[in-house]
């Protein structure tokens, strides 16, 4: 229940809640008036808050008071800037139109006389107004007042040095600006915009003078590093971080200037003398950028030491280019980024020893990829091979890349790959155990980037080999030796690492030897194509090695990866066995079955494993080509499918391959009869596929008999189809009506037989052969009744079906689920 108070007791308690209204509501005006008085005041010190004024907590009614809200103006401070900005600038506008256009109109004595006093106020106002405590007014004077002696500059070249040259005098006069801004910055501390000014002012004076002066495009380049050196000190000892972000930023953009014209100079130079010059710009660069690295933070030395890094290598590198042939550049520059990674051992923070290391990995590693296009050419080049296969060798093997290949120009790509390996592979000898992290982070094992070094060595290593031949012109056999030679040894190191008892794991020196025997083994095959002795010498040592390094192997995945190779080989040694013997094609298509019977024997020895069964799918893969190869041939087609046949039968021998090898082998089987009674156009099969049917059968149920749990596709399907398609597509091209109702009939009989003892090959076989022999008889019937019913009547029945099996949807599903469910019981 709810208590409610005596009415005259309620009436006091609104009484008293109305009158702490009332003075709440005359604390809050009083308050809106003290803060109106305020904004009105913005630059004046704060009026203190009258004491009898003062808000007081009113119970439950008082909350926290803002000093603005959504409605509230813009803060006096944001004001009073957008005030002074605008007026500053509206004073520059009017005294550049004061220089430019009423200047004439004046005497010498009255221009120098309003420039200096207005410069001179300009100059002074700040100082008085910091004193007072109007910072913002002063930075707004102080802006004009640098506009102005800019002013002052260009009104004395006019009136006092009409005849200087203008390079010249500006020159001087932004020298003069820089150190007068400075020491006015300087003077005036708590200005912000002078000594950035400075700096800006600054970056001009060596750079006129170099062009006023007319001087050389190194003149320039050093005019740019002393300036950015300057830049770069005001960025590490300047005051104010305004100051050194655009000391930082000049020192960016015109120590990148000084060395872009060092390192143009140097590519172009055609002797050491005059590619000294440009080194000499280039190493002192490096030496700016190095010092800065060692002094910057740890962001910025990163940078700093890469550029270091780089234009010490452009330095020396250009020199040493011009005292080699043009084509080995490239050495020339990689040598230097070995000098210095094997030098760098002096003590530098680490950020920036890390920029150095950089540097030189971005040339090694541009170097490298100047050298690859030759191994590409030597591993795609002899596709085109595979079109004109044992035309005859060539006289040399780039007669037989078949690609156009500045082969004169890239004699160093070898050389090149070559000490790329020779470093990766002292990294990986001699490098640190333990590599230290960041400062703060646990220091880590260094066998990571080990490994990496170790295979990208194998892998830069073999590719220098690989090329090697193609780049001295060597002749095809001894390309083809050399290939095959490296194959060997890249599956030697494979299998070292996976031969041991331990060896349950792939390392990265262990992948790319395998990846590299594989692109290699493929590469040297289809060279192998020019010539018929070249094809059995390659394909047969392939064979070898690839067997030997599966059997040697112990890691599952490497074993089935050789061993499919393997067999991909001896398929290639059939297929050239044929044409070797002069047999077409299809001639030679049962030659080539024997590697597959070769697996499948095979598949006894390895059975119950993954390498077993990897060997036979792609022994499966040569019969496939057999099949091919037989095509054209009706004859030698039957062959190969009875041959085929023959092979699956033996394979189902075997408890776990039944299933699958039992039912394709009967598929081969009505396959091969099929075509060999269509090759001798029989056109009374049943003479032939009974005598066949009758004892398939008679097999059958002495199966069932045996084993009743048995299939009836296994006992019934193969002697059933022999006879059954045969005739079915006799019946389709014979046009009496004899053989279609002996055909139906026995279907028939065959479709009850499967429905009264639930055989599922009988129902399923009788009946499609049933239903399509009523299609053929109905077919002409059925096209005359079309062709005298409308046109509208066929898409009417076709929606009203639709609407019906719509509308009984769920019904017609389940029925297919019954259906599907009583053939699922069947054998």
């Known amino acids: 229940m709810e208590h409610l108070p005596p009415p005259a007791e309620e009436l006091a308690l609104l009484d008293r809640e109305l009158v702490q209204l009332d003075t709440r ?18 630059t004046a010190p704060l009026p203190p808050f009258p004491a009898h004024r003062a808000p007081q907590p009113a119970g439950r009614y008082s909350a926290p008071l803002r000093p603005g809200g959504p409605g509230r103006a813009a803060p006096p401070r944001s004001a009073q800037n957008v005030l ?134 190194l003149a320039f380049g050093w005019a740019l590093l002393v300036t950015a050196a300057a830049d770069g000190a005001v960025a590490l000892w300047g005051k104010g971080l305004a100051v050194r972000v655009t000391a930082g930023a000049g020192a960016a953009v015109t120590g990148l200037l ?55 290598l452009a330095a020396v590198g250009g020199v040493l280019r011009t005292a080699v042939p043009q084509d080995w550049s490239v050495v020339a520059y990689l040598v230097c980024a070995v000098v210095l990674l094997a030098a760098l051992r002096a003590r530098v923070p680490r950020h920036a020893e890390r920029g150095v290391l950089t540097a030189a990995g971005m040339v090694v590693a541009g170097a490298v990829l100047w050298a690859l296009p030759p191994v590409a050419a030597v591993l795609l080049g002899p596709m085109s091979l595979l079109t004109d296969v044992w035309s005859g060798a060539p006289d040399g093997v780039r007669a037989a890349m078949g690609v156009s290949v500045p082969w004169s120009g890239m004699a160093a790509s070898p050389v090149v790959l070559a000490v790329v390996a020779g470093v990766l592979g002292v990294a990986h000898r001699y490098g640190p155990a ?70 349950v794991s792939l390392s990265g020196v262990t992948v790319t030897a395998m990846v590299c025997a594989l692109t290699g083994s493929a590469a040297v095959g289809v060279l192998s194509l020019a010539a018929e002795p070249a094809t059995y010498a390659v394909f047969g040592t392939l064979l070898v090695l690839f067997v030997g390094a599966a059997v040697r192997s112990r890691v599952t995945v490497v074993r089935v990866v050789f061993a499919c190779v393997a067999v991909l080989c001896g398929i290639v040694v059939a297929s050239a066995s044929g044409t070797s013997l002069g047999l077409a094609a299809y001639e030679g298509a049962p030659v080539v079955l024997a ?58 021998v075997r408890p776990e391959r039944r299933r699958i090898a039992g039912y394709l082998s009967a598929v081969l089987f009505v396959a091969a009869t099929w075509v060999r009674l269509a090759a001798s156009e029989v056109s009374v099969p ?13 097999v059958g149920v002495l199966r069932r008999r045996r084993d009743p749990a048995a299939s009836s596709w296994t006992a019934y399907g193969p002697g059933l189809a022999a006879t059954l ?55 002409p019937y059925v096209v005359q009744v079309a062709g005298a019913l409308p046109r509208w009547l066929p898409p009417a029945l076709a929606g009203v079906l639709l609407l019906v099996v719509g509308a009984t949807y769920e019904q017609r599903l389940r029925d297919a689920r019954r259906l599907r469910d009583a053939l699922g019981r069947m054998r």
């Open 25 to 42: 509501r005359v604390q809050l005006l009083n308050r809106r008036s003290w803060l109106l008085s305020v904004l009105q005041q913005q």
């Open 725 to 779: 398609v045969p005739s079915l597509l006799a019946t389709w091209a014979d046009p009496d009506w004899v053989r279609p109702l002996l055909l139906g009939l026995v279907a028939l009989v065959i479709t009850l037989a499967g429905a009264r003892f639930r055989l599922q090959a009988l129902l399923l076989l009788g009946g499609a052969v049933l239903a399509l022999v009523a299609l053929h008889e109905l077919a």
């Open 258 to 312: 000084a060395l872009l014209l060092g390192l143009v100079r140097s590519v172009s130079a055609d002797g050491p003398l005059s590619a000294a010059g440009p080194g000499c710009l280039l190493l002192a660069g490096a030496a700016v950028a190095l010092f800065g690295a060692w002094r910057a933070r740890r962001e910025f030395a990163l940078v700093a030491g890469c550029l270091s890094g780089l234009a010490a």
């Open 686 to 698: 049943e003479a032939y596929t009974l005598p066949v049917t009758v004892p398939a059968l008679v």
């Open 595 to 652: 590697v597959p019977a070769v697996t499948v024997l095979l598949g006894f020895r390895l059975r119950g494993g993954p390498v077993g069964a990897a060997v036979e799918l792609t022994g499966a893969f040569g019969a496939v080509i057999a099949v091919v190869m037989a095509v054209p041939d009706a004859p030698f087609l039957a062959l190969v499918l009875a041959l085929c046949g023959v092979l699956a039968a033996g394979t189902a």
């Open 84 to 217: 002074l900005s605008l007026g500053g600038l509206l004073l520059i506008i009017a005294a550049i139109a004061f220089t430019l256009v009423s200047w004439g109109a004046m005497g010498i004595g009255g221009r120098s006389a309003v420039l200096a006093a207005v410069t001179v106020g300009a100059l002074v106002a700040p100082a008085v107004l910091l004193k007072r405590g109007l910072s913002s007014t002063a930075e707004a004077l102080a802006a004009l007042a640098l506009v102005l002696t800019v002013l002052d500059a260009y009104a004395l070249h006019a009136v006092a040095a009409p005849g200087a040259d203008g390079l010249v005098f500006a020159a001087v006069a932004s020298a003069v600006l820089a150190m007068g801004w400075a020491g006015y910055g300087l003077a005036l501390g708590r200005l912000r915009l002078p000594l950035p000014a400075a700096v800006v002012a600054g970056q001009l004076p060596l750079v006129l003078w170099a062009w006023a002066a007319g001087a050389p495009v």
């Open 434 to 503: 333990r590599v230290a992290g960041t400062p703060g982070a646990p220091v880590t094992s260094g066998a990571g980037w080990r490994g990496a070094a170790a295979a990208g060595g194998l892998c830069l290593g073999w590719a220098a080999l690989l090329v090697l031949p193609a780049a001295l012109d060597a002749g095809y056999v001894p390309a083809v030796v050399v290939e095959m030679v490296l194959v060997a040894a890249l599956l030697a190191v494979a299998v070292r690492g996976l031969s041991g008892a331990a060896a």
